[in-house]
């Protein structure tokens, strides 16, 4: 059994409960928080809650600790700290980073003689996957990601953050003539207006005046100034009832060319329809854990990111049963 | 630069000569025939022609030799025997024979010291990796594939060989309403005939009976007894024009359940259509082939499938290029 422990307590810390639940080979030691351990309420009953401090009593008890906390502050920190007493596993997706982050915790993880597993999840994860199978067979051609339709929580937080509005969400959605078009293999030039529109659904204060509320959000830098997007003011009510799921979606497609004149065209799409966005992160977490795992029994040690993990780590299955695969 | 042999020289041997070309750190060395090496027209000008026997003479000179035969009867004996000399990689595709095709790969490459990687393309190779990753995230759910629309060598020979019958293209198809079905999360159990189609044409020769070539062609057992099948009688010329490339195209799906009570769906699907089969396949092989070539300059030895390699040796970037995929 791989024995597991989950850092941090929110919708990925109760998705990864669930998926140890899934998952035969794998226990599930202990939740770890930085809140009074009292106050949490697990999903499943007779888990263990223990506070963060404490987490050094469990060097010996845990094979792999999930880090379940956020990328802005929180994993920059946790992970390489965590790396070494534990084989970890995180979901750190701030893009940009990733370089610095993978070095921190290399340098911890290679210390420790631990393993460490970054940047998992469906993007950071199977869709960088997916681009660099693509392009390592196809080399001459257009690679395009199209996100959504799907909530996402940066652009509905910057939404709250304006005067006079209680709540928010906002989905991202693919434009479909922009899919369309690199499915039949056009190669077209995509801005970011072109690639996705924004819709916002937004719970505005009593009183407070919506056109200047829609009028920020639809010039807001980086954010929405970019893009087609769309407001709509909705109750409290609405919003909880009608997009209170965390569902996402996404595609990642590469359009390349073959032969003597690149005369013949290939199209190779990898898509996700998710009902629930952290969930789904958790499972894959869950994957990489086992890697992980695996990977340290046969004396590896330092940091890695998906796309340097062979396949067959991710299974339980033995070496004869995944020839069933092939 | 990593020195390509090309073994035997068809349709796939042709893909790999334009592959090389698109990969600026790959040269070709040769191409090998069993056949009067005279006789034999590249794709491109320059390109030494070598007769088989003379391949011992060539192993310092190739670092990953790449095996275009058949897996009928040239693979099971050449990749073995190549596995001696040189790095090698195959597209073995005879599905329940890959662990004894693997095996026998595997003494050889051991005994040598060099690295083999079999049964590289889209299925085995690409969908296989797809079915495991999927279900390796989500242990509980579906795996479906469909194939085609596109040409069954195969299936198209089967129809040849009937008495009366000139030539034939038989393309599977898969039935859209069942596609439809596993993409909507239903997770339906798919009998052989609910989930493809074949379709055939047909050139019958003068005054051959019809009636009775269609019979024999819709009720030949495991080929077309237990599918809808269709079959229409062409002209030789119509063939050609209209039936005459090597397209395809197939899905992986998986449908998959998370969550405390199962209550959340996921779909992940993969997807490749592909406007010539050969040259696709060619493509995965010269990326495995880079791969092989590293693995064996880290020391490896012995057999691999898709599934052991880590995505990262596909790639001709560096380590920090690398990280543009995360």
Same mark, same amino acid.
């Given at each position: 059994?791989?024995?597991?422990?989950?850092?941090?307590?929110?919708?990925?810390?109760?998705? @990864?409960?669930?998926?140890?639940?899934?998952?035969?080979?794998?226990?599930?030691?202990?939740?770890?928080?930085?809140?009074?351990?009292?106050?949490?309420?697990?999903?499943?009953?007779?888990?263990?809650?223990?506070?963060?401090?404490?987490?050094?009593?469990?060097?010996?008890?845990?094979?792999?600790?999930?880090?379940?906390?956020?990328?802005? &502050?929180?994993?920059?920190?946790?992970?390489?700290?965590?790396?070494?007493?534990?084989?970890?596993?995180?979901?750190?997706?701030?893009?940009?980073?990733?370089?610095?982050?993978?070095?921190?915790?290399?340098?911890?993880?290679?210390?420790?003689?631990?393993?460490?597993?970054?940047?998992?999840?469906?993007?950071?994860?199977?869709?960088?996957?997916?681009?660099?199978?693509?392009?390592? @067979?196809?080399?001459?051609?257009?690679?395009?990601?199209?996100?959504?339709?799907?909530?996402?929580?940066?652009?509905?937080?910057?939404?709250?953050? @304006?005067?006079?509005?209680?709540?928010?969400?906002?989905?991202?959605?693919?434009?479909?003539?922009?899919?369309?078009?690199?499915?039949?293999?056009?190669?077209?030039?995509?801005?970011?207006?072109?690639?996705? &529109?924004?819709?916002?659904?937004?719970?505005?204060?009593?009183?407070?005046?919506?056109?200047?509320?829609?009028?920020? @959000?639809?010039?807001?830098?980086?954010?929405?100034?970019?893009?087609?997007?769309?407001?709509?003011?909705?109750?409290?009510?609405?919003?909880?009832?009608?997009?209170?799921?965390?569902?996402?979606?996404?595609?990642?497609?590469?359009?390349?060319?073959?032969?003597?004149?690149?005369?013949?065209?290939?199209?190779?799409?990898?898509?996700?329809?998710?009902?629930?966005?952290?969930?789904?992160?958790?499972?894959?977490?869950?994957?990489?854990?086992?890697?992980?795992?695996?990977?340290?029994?046969?004396?590896?040690?330092?940091?890695?990111?998906?796309?340097?993990?062979?396949?067959?780590?991710?299974?339980?299955?033995?070496?004869?049963?995944?020839?069933?695969?092939?």
């Amino acid at each position: 059994m791989i024995r597991i422990g989950i850092y941090g307590y929110g919708n990925l810390g109760r998705g @990864i409960e669930c998926a140890v639940q899934q998952n035969s080979d794998m226990t599930l030691v202990a939740v770890f928080t930085r809140r009074d351990p009292s106050t949490i309420k697990t999903v499943f009953s007779g888990v263990d809650v223990v506070s963060a401090g404490s987490v050094a009593d469990y060097a010996d008890k845990i094979d792999v600790m999930i880090l379940c906390g956020g990328s802005a &502050t929180d994993l920059p920190v946790q992970t390489p700290e965590l790396a070494k007493l534990f084989n970890v596993v995180d979901s750190f997706d701030t893009h940009a980073r990733i370089p610095e982050h993978f070095a921190n915790v290399d340098k911890e993880a290679k210390a420790s003689g631990k393993t460490a597993i970054i940047s998992v999840g469906w993007d950071p994860g199977l869709f960088s996957l997916n681009r660099l199978y693509a392009e390592s @067979i196809l080399p001459e051609g257009n690679s395009y990601t199209f996100w959504g339709k799907g909530i996402s929580q940066g652009h509905s937080d910057a939404i709250r953050r @304006i005067d006079g509005v209680v709540d928010a969400r906002q989905y991202t959605v693919p434009v479909p003539a922009a899919v369309e078009s690199v499915r039949n293999g056009e190669n077209p030039e995509l801005t970011t207006r072109m690639k996705h &529109t924004r819709e916002c659904y937004v719970v505005a204060a009593e009183g407070a005046d919506k056109a200047r509320i829609e009028q920020e @959000i639809k010039t807001m830098p980086n954010y929405f100034a970019d893009y087609d997007t769309t407001v709509t003011f909705i109750s409290q009510e609405e919003l909880l009832e009608k997009h209170g799921g965390l569902p996402h979606q996404g595609i990642v497609l590469r359009s390349g060319s073959t032969g003597a004149n690149k005369e013949n065209t290939h199209i190779i799409e990898y898509s996700l329809k998710l009902d629930s966005n952290p969930e789904f992160t958790s499972s894959a977490l869950i994957a990489y854990a086992r890697a992980a795992y695996k990977l340290n029994q046969k004396g590896d040690s330092g940091c890695k990111s998906v796309l340097d993990i062979p396949p067959s780590m991710l299974s339980r299955k033995s070496n004869e049963e995944l020839f069933s695969y092939l």
